[in-house]
């Protein structure tokens, strides 16, 4: 049984230690500002917080979605803001915007002006284990974009994306295109690259306008851009 020091000697160890520590209490943080003058800035800065509360410009509504990084959602999000019933010339804008970088070589506001169609979760051909994340067709070509964040390409993924792709466009006459939209980029020389900053610079040119005279849609196309500039 391990013997239990007496009062005398804790008091000895004690009386040791008191000599090597410090014995000055800690001092105060040394005060820069003069407390009248943060007063006057708080004061100063009620009003325009109170108005950016108003625009709703303190929290981004995207991070109050929910939508963090998981890929099918941010997707959908990016799917649905592309949607010309959703945004009108906006969302055209947004869209024509990445697609020029994307997809280089093609007029896209001449593309997209007769119409679009973009989809999401779609089997080309009816195979579920082909589905393309997001799929826009127009009138002359069929794009499939691939989405990734955090996770890898499972194996031949794009191989079996691209073919999808291929064999529903000749169906319908049109030209295939396969994007990957992720952090890295693909090794094919069939599938074309694109990162999340050329959607978030789509986004702020789409939503060009100042945060105080942005349209509701233009506001949450922009803050969709800041949302996924991190990715």
Request: proline share 5%; glycine share 8%; hydrophobic share 45%.
């Amino acid at each position: 049984m391990t013997d239990v020091p007496s009062p005398q000697k804790l008091k000895q160890a004690f009386a040791a230690l008191r000599c090597v520590l410090p014995a000055d209490r800690p001092r105060a943080p040394k005060q820069f500002y003069a407390l009248g003058d943060l007063q006057t800035a708080f004061l100063a800065l009620k009003r325009p917080l109170a108005a950016a509360k108003e625009k709703g410009g303190l929290i981004n509504p995207w991070a109050l979605a929910s939508l963090g990084r998981d890929e099918v959602r941010n997707a959908a999000a990016l799917a649905g803001l592309w949607m010309s019933e959703f945004g009108g010339e906006t969302s055209k804008r947004f869209l024509t915007s990445y697609l020029s970088v994307a997809v280089p070589g093609v007029d896209w506001a001449d593309e997209l002006d007769p119409g679009y169609r973009v989809g999401t979760e779609i089997c080309p051909m009816g195979d579920a284990a082909d589905r393309v994340d997001v799929v826009i067709e127009t009138v002359r070509h069929l794009i499939g974009i691939e989405v990734k964040i955090g996770a890898g390409l499972g194996r031949e993924q794009l191989e079996r994306y691209s073919a999808s792709i291929s064999r529903r466009a000749d169906l319908q006459g049109l030209s295939a295109r396969i994007v990957l939209l992720a952090p890295f980029r693909s090794t094919r020389s069939d599938v074309l690259s694109s990162s999340w900053v050329d959607v978030a610079l789509a986004a702020r040119e789409a939503a060009s306008n100042s945060s105080r005279d942005r349209t509701f849609v233009e506001q949450l196309i922009a803050t969709f851009g800041d949302h996924i500039r991190a990715f």
